[in-house]
């Protein structure tokens, strides 16, 4: 069943890839952090890369980039506006490389996996693709944040007032099928997006469960830290033991 979010995630970013893209045209100021862990000459692999926004982020480190996401649609954008960059379409639950990155960028990638077990994948998967002593510098939106216009408690008030037909309707699932902690978004008319609200303990037990150790791990805002309420990201640095 949780497969059919991912799923329905996959397909909305595609249709709605223009908005996203327009609305992804600049990099948060939470992610200035993960400026510390690039150097000149290191192989990064942005994971999720949408559009391709994190090239200009990374504009002032000599890296050799990769960009990779599931979206056909953002990976077009992205090749237009940075045609000089590598970007590819891979699924995270699929990539297959080998002790070949210095840092993997994961942001916002993470809370579309709908089960602990497709997230166990992506981080292993990560975990792999790094060198011994790499980075993966990773963010995920908190939908716990109070004033967050599409997070847990503008979704929960939303479950409450629409009856099941009203709310099939609009997320194209049923309520019966939403797990505690799960939030969906629409994005223009109908596209739905499904988010998991993350919290900084249950990331940072899933990041150790696959060998990394968390340095850093908070809730950010504007990129200082904050709390669960009010912070905008939730920012995980992981590093994987040299082996």
């Given at each position: 069943m949780k497969d059919k979010f991912q799923q329905i995630t996959q397909k909305s970013y595609d249709q709605i890839a223009g908005q996203f893209s327009y609305s992804r045209n600049y990099v948060w100021s939470d992610l200035q952090v993960f400026l510390e862990y690039v150097n000149d000459g290191d192989d990064v692999l942005d994971l999720g890369a949408g559009n391709g926004r994190m090239v200009e982020f990374l504009q002032d480190k000599a890296v050799n980039y990769l960009g990779v996401d599931s979206s056909r649609e953002l990976i077009?954008?992205?090749?237009?506006?940075?045609?000089?960059?590598?970007?590819?379409?891979?699924d995270a639950l699929k990539i297959n490389y080998r002790n070949k990155f210095d840092v993997v960028i994961a942001t916002a990638v993470l809370n579309h996996f709908a089960d602990e077990k497709s997230r166990i994948v992506v981080l292993k998967?990560?975990?792999?693709?790094?060198?011994?002593?790499?980075?993966?510098?990773?963010?995920?939106?908190?939908?716990?944040?109070?004033?967050?216009?599409?997070?847990?408690?503008?979704?929960e008030k939303m479950k409450k007032e629409l009856n099941?037909?009203?709310?099939?309707?609009?997320?194209?699932?049923?309520?019966?099928?939403?797990?505690?902690?799960?939030?969906?978004t629409v994005w223009g008319e109908d596209s739905v997006l499904y988010y998991h609200a993350f919290t900084i303990e249950e990331l940072k037990e899933l990041?150790?469960?696959?060998?990394?150790?968390?340095?850093?791990?908070?809730y950010s805002l504007r990129g200082v830290k904050s709390t669960k309420l009010k912070g905008d990201n939730l920012i995980l640095v992981g590093k994987k033991w040299e082996k």
């Open positions: 077009k954008q992205a090749k237009q506006k940075f045609p000089k960059f590598k970007f590819q379409v891979k998967n990560i975990y792999r693709s790094l060198k011994p002593g790499g980075d993966l510098l990773m963010s995920n939106w908190n939908m716990w944040n109070e004033k967050n216009p599409k997070g847990m408690r503008k979704f099941d037909e009203n709310f099939f309707d609009k997320f194209g699932v049923k309520k019966s099928e939403i797990d505690t902690g799960d939030v969906l990041c150790e469960k696959v060998g990394f150790k968390v340095v850093k791990n908070y």
